[in-house]
């Protein structure tokens, strides 16, 4: 008897395994209670993966009708589902053997493995990996094979999660050759390791999917963590944002980014109106991200590694307010200390985000810039710098108000100054007295390794109660 026409050409007879001379047995094996055998069937389906069997759920349909009511009716068998767009060519044999397991596993969560000889085949997907992307919520794991390099893909959800997909996470694992494993939910997965609660996936950046993969899925996404640093072909921010739009409900989006981009101007904004937590690292695309979203809640901005000694491939990217620092403070980076001041005033004229923290890491501004900033971030208050060219120009416009009796970041109650090394113990030490004396209390400075401040020095002055300052000194030379 064949199991569906379809699926025999697909397969070939080789899977179209009789009963001849197997009546005995199979009389035996019928007064087995169908649970068991349920489970025989999964054992065994396990060791077939392990030996690269991985339509065995055909197999054991094909043999008689009690077998196929059985496997039929044990949705687990079904879980793990393999496509090779080489080995399986015919568009319409893919979309049935995507129908065929999504029926048959019911409501179980789902093992994908993907080898897609053609990226655009993602990128532009037929109608097989349309009906997967109506499976994503209750996908767990999917394991994508790309040509001669390979990408670990998981999804994870709890037991407890709602159907929704709720975290998403696209980077990049290359793998050994032939290394696709069934992983288990303690696994590590892409360098992370994830536990059941959590709900991760990962995919290369350079294909990330477009709006036409994930019609309606990640309307509810509020997780969402893009790697693009080890790719050949990066993705632009302009696709970044157009990605961005099919996340309204973002709560969480970090981004490991690639330090080239072209700023593009004339975009649309994307809103995320419930986005608490931006990251980004390693991008000359801040601006250009930072100038196109909305984010009225934004309450964590983490920025790493975005100085940069170069000039961009096009320095021509010039906005209303754009023009050198007239400061004629040092700077390593200029290039990058621009972009990233022009993407924080952009950000915080458009929604003025109440954000609490801000980490600058090995990341800067002009120092016009940290001046502007400071006046319009009313209720920060952890700020930490690392690696930072800014002057004691900068770190003293902390210690007074301005014409109109405002002080700059007023709710300020932890500064984290760490490998500064332009700052000097003398300006440091006027901002503490300062705001102490101006009631900015309780408060903690944490100075650490600035090269011209002394543990010593900063030790000796009187502090007041509620004031904590923390110091180690910089490591001497030789």
Aim: hydrophobic share 45%; aromatic share 8%; net charge negative.
């Amino acid at each position: 008897m064949s199991l569906d026409p379809h699926f025999d050409s697909l397969m070939g007879s080789a899977y179209s395994t009789t009963c001849d001379g197997m009546a005995d047995a199979l009389k035996l094996v019928r007064e087995l209670p169908v649970e068991i055998l349920g489970e025989i069937f999964l054992l065994s389906h396990g060791e077939a993966l392990a030996a690269g069997d991985t339509v065995q759920p055909v197999r054991l349909a094909h043999v008689c009708r009690f077998f196929r009511q059985v496997a039929f009716g044990t949705p687990c068998l079904w879980r793990f589902l393999f496509i090779d767009d080489e080995r399986v060519r015919d568009p319409d044999h893919q979309t049935h053997l995507v129908e065929l397991w999504a029926r048959n596993s019911a409501a179980c969560p789902l093992d994908l493995h993907l080898t897609l000889h053609d990226p655009a085949s993602f990128v532009q997907p037929g109608a097989a990996l349309r009906l997967l992307a109506l499976e994503l919520p209750r996908v767990r794991h999917m394991a994508l094979s790309l040509t001669d390099s390979e990408a670990s893909v998981a999804i994870w959800r709890s037991l407890a999660s709602t159907p929704a997909l709720a975290s998403l996470q696209f980077t990049i694992d290359p793998l050994p050759s032939g290394s696709l494993k069934y992983l288990n939910e303690c696994s590590t997965v892409a360098g992370i390791v994830t536990s059941p609660g959590q709900r991760f996936a990962a995919l290369p950046m350079a294909i990330i999917p477009k709006a036409s993969v994930f019609p309606h899925q990640l309307a509810g996404l509020v997780h969402l963590k893009l790697d693009d640093s080890q790719w050949d072909s990066p993705c632009s921010a302009t696709r970044i944002l157009d990605f961005l739009e099919l996340c309204p409900a973002l709560e969480v989006f970090e981004w490991h980014g690639v330090p080239v981009d072209i700023g593009r101007s004339g975009r649309s904004i994307v809103s995320l109106p419930s986005l608490r937590r931006l990251d980004l690292k390693e991008t000359c695309a801040a601006r250009d991200l930072l100038s196109h979203i909305h984010v009225p809640a934004l309450e964590e901005l983490r920025m790493f590694q975005l100085n940069v000694s170069f000039i961009g491939f096009d320095d021509a990217y010039h906005e209303m307010g754009d023009s050198d620092d007239e400061a004629g403070d040092y700077s390593r980076s200029p290039y990058s200390d621009r972009l990233t001041g022009m993407g924080m005033r952009s950000l915080l004229r458009r929604c003025s985000p109440p954000l609490r923290f801000l980490d600058f890491d090995f990341v800067d501004m002009r120092t016009k810039d940290f001046l502007w900033c400071f006046h319009n971030l009313p209720y920060l208050e952890v700020f930490r710098v690392v690696a930072s060219d800014m002057s004691d120009t900068v770190i003293r416009a902390l210690s007074k108000p301005d014409a109109r009796g405002v002080w700059p970041l007023p709710r300020l109650r932890h500064l984290t100054l760490a490998e500064c090394n332009q700052i000097t113990q003398k300006a440091v030490l006027s901002v503490i007295r300062a705001r102490c004396a101006a009631g900015f209390l309780p408060a903690t400075y944490d100075i650490q390794r600035c090269q011209r401040i002394q543990a010593t020095v900063l030790s000796r002055f009187v502090r007041p109660p509620g004031l904590t300052v923390e110091i180690q000194d910089a490591p001497k030379d030789g």
